[in-house]
Nanobody
Framework: QVQLQESGPGLVKPSQTLSLTCTVSGGSITTNYYYWSWIRQPPGKGLQWMGAIAYSGSTYYSPSLKSRTSISRDTSKNQFTLQLSSVTPEGTAVYYC????????????????WGQGTQVTVSS
């Protein structure tokens, strides 16, 4: 069973770049046909898929966030990373990393494994 764990700062100032890392265990991020996503849930709102990196290293982004989002990976550490630039208070959310066996931006049931989530607050 693949396990995912998010890590990163819990507080980010407006206009700064939010950086989070997802560490994967129990499986490789280069396993064929697996996709590794970042998803967030603002308070009182639904899940928002942000983007993903594929087993091949290809990346996919939500059109609404594409200009500010970058997802990369370190295969030697079996980690993938989210960077979201120019954050605003609307970026306050619980951020999750998750895996899927096909390209998808939802629903929740498409993702087989999830991290526990990490709270990120954007505030000065």
């Amino acid at each position: 069973q693949v396990q995912l764990q998010e890590s990163g700062p819990g507080l980010v100032k407006p206009s700064q770049t939010l950086s989070l890392t997802c560490t994967v265990s129990g499986g490789s991020i280069t396993t064929n046909y697996y996709y590794w996503s970042w998803i967030r849930q603002p308070p009182g709102k639904g899940l928002q898929w942000m983007g993903a990196i594929a087993y091949s290293g290809s990346t996919y982004y939500s059109p609404s966030l594409k200009s500010r989002t970058s997802i990369s990976r370190d295969t030697s550490k079996n980690q993938f990373t989210l960077q979201l630039s120019s954050v605003t208070p609307e970026g306050t959310a619980v951020y999750y990393c998750a895996s899927s066996s096909r390209t998808t931006n939802g629903p929740r049931s498409d993702f087989g494994s999830w991290g526990q989530g990490t709270q990120v607050t954007v505030s000065s």
